[in-house]
């Protein structure tokens, strides 16, 4: 079946460091959305993305959707500590009313 | 609008016994879910629901029962909880007019099944 997987599972870095994650899929995408959890929070939706090779940005946030549309990932450039959570993304899934199938999420720890 | 809000927060079951858990949305979205989460597992589809009267399973099913009687309410039971099923349970809507409409995910249910 379809599967969503994204590396690394787990950063840690300085504050003012960038961070990236990255996000695969077995099958093409029609889109990808990607979402923020924070500590002990729910995923909040953060961005979509829809076209071939699209790119957005969000103030220190750059997403990118890769060419085959079967990747994608995420970078912010100089972390803050307000960075910390968890960062999934997600495809929708195949026949099962536009549910997502989200990558296992990666942890990130924004030391000061 | 209270958006999605789900109904307890936190629950202490023991094995055998049984549970609803409640999931409204104030958004008149068409299509709900439940998902459960599990450390380092991200987040997997129990049932999913594309309008009211009508459910469906989704990754992980077993073990649990979903009713949409009314649009703006989604449950999930369990008949008969087992550890397995201690996790963080979170219910999701969208309006379900295009492929590429968000979902919005309630606070979430931290259940523990001892």
């Known amino acids: 079946g379809q599967q969503v997987m994204q590396i690394p599972q787990y950063q840690h870095v300085q504050e003012g460091e960038d961070f990236t994650t990255y996000c695969n899929s077995s099958t093409t995408l029609s889109n990808i959305q990607w979402y923020k959890q924070r500590p002990g929070g729910h995923p909040v939706f953060l961005i979509q993305l829809v076209k071939s090779g699209e790119v957005k940005k969000q103030k220190r946030l750059t997403f990118q959707f890769g060419e085959a549309k079967k990747n994608s990932s995420l970078h912010i450039t100089a972390t803050q500590t307000t960075d910390v959570g968890t960062y999934f993304c997600?495809?929708?899934?195949?026949?099962?009313?536009?549910?997502?199938?989200f990558g296992k999420g990666t942890s990130l720890l924004v030391t000061p | 609008n209270a958006g999605v809000t789900q109904t307890p927060k936190f629950r202490v079951l023991k094995t055998g016994q049984s549970m609803t858990l409640l999931c409204a949305q104030d958004?008149?979205?068409?299509?709900m879910y439940w998902y459960r989460q599990d450390p380092g597992m991200g987040l997997r589809l129990i049932h999913y629901s594309v309008g009211e009267g009508t459910t469906a399973k989704g990754e992980v099913p077993d073990g649990y029962n979903v009713s949409r009687l009314k649009k703006q309410n989604f449950l999930l039971g369990l008949e008969s909880a087992a550890p397995s099923q201690t996790s963080v349970y979170f219910c999701a809507s969208r309006t379900g007019f295009t492929g590429t409409d968000t979902q919005y995910f309630g606070p979430g249910t931290r259940l523990t099944v001892l």
């Open positions: 997600a495809g929708p899934r195949s026949n099962s009313g536009y549910a997502l199938n």
């Open positions: 958004m008149n979205h068409e299509y």
